[in-house]
T-cell receptor
Framework: RKEVEQDPGPFNVPEGATVAFNCTYS??????FFWYRQDCRKEPKLLMS???SGNEDGRFTAQLNRASQYISLLIRDSKLSDSATYLC???????????FGSGTRLSIRP | ETGVTQTPRHLVMGMTNKKSLKCEQH?????MYWYKQSAKKPLELMFV???????ENNSVPSRFSPECPNSSHLFLHLHTLQPEDSALYLC?????????????????FGEGSRLTVL
């Protein structure tokens, strides 16, 4: 079983739709969680951290469920510019143990 | 404009060649990383350096040899590579070792060096 699993997609949704991704992790010692965004042929960039109480940044909402060991990302009112691959990242207490998921591809159509 | 610069952006090499990838960060960070990204696979951590000292070698074959002369520069020396080593090699930096310091978790990536081994 992979340490961090994501649905690879692709998710193909119309502009303005709401879309949600889930990511599951296998190690309960996981400490911190992040969503990164990677555009085609570009480097990954931090989208948002995921806090225990859940957090929101504009149209983006991230949630953490430690009991079920998953995190989620919700995108409301999706824009064409949201088309990208979204990477789930889990960090363990070990300083260099940072695990990336394979990513979920999102394509927003006009 | 990224604070982490990688050169070359593209590299084609034969299996007997020796080449190097270079990474430079202008962010005042103390930790630097090499990641490998192959098609349809997650990013794989290769090496981690903190204050120029290697803290992680993720079972990387010896044909990949990292060098970190100072906190701002990181190299990946390549020799006798295999075609399956063809991938995007991403350098990243963070303020502190991710996990060890508050706020040290965010990784800033360079644009990557796309390597093709013939």
């Amino acid at each position: 079983r992979k340490e961090v699993e994501q649905d690879p997609g692709p998710f193909n949704v119309p502009e303005g739709a709401t879309v949600a991704f889930n990511c599951t992790y296998s190690n309960s010692a996981s400490q911190s969680f992040f969503w990164y965004r990677q555009d085609c042929r570009k480097e990954p960039k931090l989208l948002m951290s995921v806090y225990s109480s859940g957090n929101e940044d504009g149209r983006f909402t991230a949630q953490l469920n430690r009991a079920s060991q998953y995190i989620s990302l919700l995108i409301r009112d999706s824009k064409l510019s949201d088309s990208a691959t979204y990477l789930c990242v889990v960090r363990y207490s070990s300083a260099s143990k940072i695990i990336f998921g394979s990513g979920t591809r999102l394509s927003i159509r006009p | 404009e990224t604070g982490v610069t990688q050169t070359p952006r593209h590299l084609v090499m034969g299996m007997t060649n020796k080449k190097s990838l270079k990474c430079e960060q202008h962010l005042g960070h103390n930790a630097m990383y090499w990641y490998k990204q192959s098609a349809k696979k997650p990013l794989e951590l290769m090496f981690v350096y903190n204050f120029k000292e290697q803290t992680e070698n993720n079972s990387v074959p010896s044909r990949f040899s990292p060098e970190c002369p100072n906190s701002s520069h990181l190299f990946l020396h390549l020799h006798t590579l295999q075609p399956e080593d063809s991938a995007l090699y991403l350098c990243a930096s963070s303020l502190g070792l991710a996990g060890a310091t508050p706020g040290g978790g965010e990784l800033f990536f360079g644009e990557g060096s796309r390597l093709t081994v013939l």
